[in-house]
């Protein structure tokens, strides 16, 4: 029986290593992480980027993992079979947070909204499953960037030379890539994301991850509401609907066949 | 504060559930565990009634459990039941005598011929509301008489007991021999005027009626429970399309409820007065609150719904899932000139025409998958239509919003045609398990807990509404093709195959 072969090894651990550091890391990040000497990790790295396996993002240097990897062995997960396993957890998300409930995906460098709850109460409110929201104003949208590399705002040209604009909606919408990127950071330790008034005045959003088997973010599913609600008096969110949220995701996760630990 | 909870048990066809609901309705607790299906021969179905009543056990005390909630806190329990399906027990020792025939079973198929007689199958129609068919309980009833070594002599001696699936968990639960108003409607032996067994009927029929339960409103309390859920008052009783009705508070004449799960079943709430169906619907009951007078509706049922997109998927592979039926019917604009009906088993409500079978027309070259993915969700909406057009001409009250549940709900797309070929207003409400809620919402009313039917109300919330989007002239064409495509179904089988 012949033995195993330890440049495969190193690329497996390479992957996983990718798959788990959402933004991508750097060389030197790798090397270190898995302490294997740089030309070693840039040999299987430039082999792993030939068979598409893994992406070098061209601005910043950073490797993740490539298209390649994505499709194999997992079948795109359909928007409409999402809505139709999530459908009872996101009405009693609706029922137990008061307020109205969207799930999304990631859709072309925005969030698409596959399904939508109404709030429950007698107030007139049109469904808008299909509307395409963006990433880094709403709730949904940085639990989508947070947790899958390869989820970026739709980059706008500017009109000056510089960095991607983050469009404005407004007077607190994050608009600069840096501090965005420190709130993925925090989005990425506590498991859930919010955003207040980012996109509408008065409003506040929160979202979770969904996650399929392979624990890969999917989608996320969030409540929005207005601000006087969801805030508390000291400014910070109300944990009780965190929770709700959470346990949302978590059944709808299980539901795709996700382990819960 | 320690009764805070209302549990329904729904004994369904393929499983058993037991759900906790809150005081605003929601669910806090769910368990379930399906049970066998016996084939003994071509078209016979049979349940193990045994089984059922351990799995109810089972589930009752794991919902609880789930959630950390002792039977003292549980108010009320409510069952909900699949209709029709026939067991028979020894009154002494609880044994089942034979297993528990299932409604689908169509083994009574000579028997109602033959109970027909001269007068054919609408024969006990003006006192029952049902025309005889192979699904409905006092013929099942009939056949384990005949055919149950010694069983006559037994029931005429008073020896054994005849149940649907509700009146054997509730004697299970309580030891009362009861069933009440809508299960008793689907056995065919019920007077619908006077609410009780009809004696011409059952002497038609030839049953004794000492083996029959005595027939009561569905929200009471029939008596307590032991075991288990020892004390908790047993307080209520509905076949399942009642359930849901209810469940979706359509309290008002004119309230439809449409459950889309692989048939459908549309039931329209037509007051306090049975309405004879001019236009081959089913009368039955709604439900009867305690001494209030009882509540009727007109049921129609539509054999092929969401089977029709499983057999898409199984039988063409056009889909891997049910769910991507709307991703590829959303590939196109409208159905290309494609209609489907599927009229696999011939067509029920409102034709009733066994000769028909299943067609797929107005095909040209043009014509691709998306659009034959459109044309089965249309085929779902135009038999909608049909039963609703039927239900409109026999209660004379126009539909302005239907209220829908079961999983096809789920379908944007579907959701979205059927109020464009309705042009009503179509309404998911929060609670999708509008079944188990109607069960507890009754026995909660019988104990209490809940009031009145008005806090209800308040408790049903809109999870999603869709209005009609389609010009008038557009619904006119394609209504107008949907009824050629029909045509066209008619006299393919061309004698009794049988």
Request: hydrophobic share 40%.
């Amino acid at each position: 029986m012949p033995g195993r072969i330890q440049s495969i090894e190193r690329a497996a651990a390479i992957l996983r290593l990718l798959a788990g550091g959402a933004r991508g890391l750097s060389l030197a990040e790798i090397s270190r992480s898995l302490e294997l000497p740089k030309g070693t990790v840039l040999g299987i790295l430039r082999t792993l980027q030939h068979v598409g396996f893994v992406e070098q993002d061209p601005e910043s240097g950073r490797y993740r993992l490539g298209g390649g990897m994505l499709s194999l062995g997992t079948r795109y997960l359909d928007g409409n079979e999402l809505r139709t396993r999530a459908l009872n957890w996101a009405d009693t998300l609706a029922s137990r947070s008061g307020e109205s409930v969207r799930i999304g995906t990631p859709h072309q460098g925005r969030v698409l909204v596959v399904h939508h709850v109404f709030r429950p109460d007698s107030s007139r409110q049109t469904l808008d499953v299909g509307t395409l929201l963006p990433l880094h104003a709403t709730a949904l949208g940085k639990v989508l960037m947070a947790f899958d590399p390869l989820v970026t705002p739709l980059e706008e040209a500017s009109a000056e030379e510089g960095p991607v604009v983050l469009p404005s909606y407004t007077r607190f919408t994050i608009t600069s890539p840096g501090e965005l990127e420190k709130q993925l950071e925090e989005v990425r330790d506590n498991g859930w994301a919010w955003e207040a008034e980012e996109l509408v005045d008065g409003e506040v959003s929160l979202a979770a991850p969904i996650r399929d088997r392979r624990g890969t973010a999917v989608g996320a599913i969030g409540v929005r509401g207005a601000v006087e609600r969801l805030r508390g008096p000291d400014n910070r969110l109300d944990m009780e609907q965190v929770s709700y949220v959470r346990d949302a995701a978590r059944a709808i996760s299980r539901e795709l066949g996700a382990t819960p630990y | 504060m320690s009764q805070q909870y209302v549990a329904a048990i729904d004994q369904g066809t393929t499983s058993s559930r037991c759900i906790l609901f809150d005081r605003d309705g929601r669910i806090v607790s769910v368990d379930q565990r399906e049970h066998r299906q016996i084939f003994p021969r071509p078209g016979w179905v049979e349940h193990d009634a045994d089984e059922i009543w351990a799995n109810v056990e089972v589930v009752v005390q794991n919902a609880l459990e789930k959630s950390d909630i002792t039977p003292d806190q549980v108010a009320a329990v409510g069952i909900t039941n699949q209709r029709e399906t026939t067991v028979v027990w020894d009154k002494e020792t609880g044994e089942p005598v034979h297993n528990a025939i299932v409604w689908q079973d169509t083994r009574t198929d000579d028997l109602v011929r033959e109970l027909g007689g001269t007068e054919g199958q609408d024969r006990f129609r003006a006192a029952c509301g049902l025309p005889l068919a192979t699904y409905f309980s006092g013929p099942k009833l009939r056949w384990l008489l005949d055919n149950v070594d010694g069983l006559r002599g037994r029931a005429e001696r008073g020896e054994v007991l005849f149940g649907t699936m509700d009146t054997w968990i509730i004697w299970k639960l309580t030891g009362r021999h009861v069933t009440d108003v809508t299960n008793a409607s689907r056995t065919m032996l019920m007077n619908l005027s006077t609410l009780e067994w009809d004696s011409e009927i059952l002497d038609a029929m030839g049953i004794p009626a000492s083996v029959l339960p005595e027939i009561r409103s569905s929200s009471e309390v029939y008596g307590e429970a032991r075991g288990y859920l020892s004390g908790v008052p047993v307080a209520s009783s509905l076949g399942d399309q009642h359930a849901a009705l209810f469940g979706q508070t359509c309290f008002d004449p004119g309230d439809v409820k449409g459950t889309y799960g692989t048939g459908t079943f549309l039931v329209m709430n037509t007051g306090t007065e049975p309405v004879t169906s001019e236009n081959g619907l089913l009368t039955t009951l709604g439900y009867k609150l305690g001494d209030a007078p009882a509540v009727y509706a007109l049921e129609g049922s539509i054999a092929v719904t969401g089977s029709l997109v499983q057999w898409l998927r199984d039988n063409l592979g056009l889909i891997s899932t049910a769910p991507e039926i709307e991703t590829l019917a959303r590939t196109v604009e409208d159905n290309g000139g494609c209609y489907f009906v599927p009229a696999f088993s011939g067509l029920f409500a409102p034709h009733w025409r066994s000769d028909a079978r299943g067609v797929i027309t107005g095909l040209t070259g043009y014509v691709n998958k998306g659009h034959i993915a459109r044309a089965v969700l249309e085929a779902t909406a135009w038999q909608t239509r049909e039963v609703v057009d039927a239900m409109n001409a026999d209660a004379d009250i126009e539909l302005t919003t239907l209220k829908v549940d079961g999983g096809m709900t789920a379908d944007n797309l579907l959701m979205q045609i059927l109020s464009d070929v309705l042009d009503a207003e179509v309404v998911r409400p929060m609670v999708a398990e509008t079944t188990c809620l109607g069960a507890a919402y009754a026995a909660g009313l019988a104990v209490g807990y809940w009031p009145d039917v008005e806090t209800l109300r308040a408790n049903w919330h809109k999870a999603a509404e869709w209005t009609p989007e389609m010009e008038p002239a557009v619904r006119e064409r394609e209504y107008h093709n949907w009824n050629k495509a029909v045509k066209r179904t008619l006299g393919w089988i061309e004698h009794d195959e049988k």
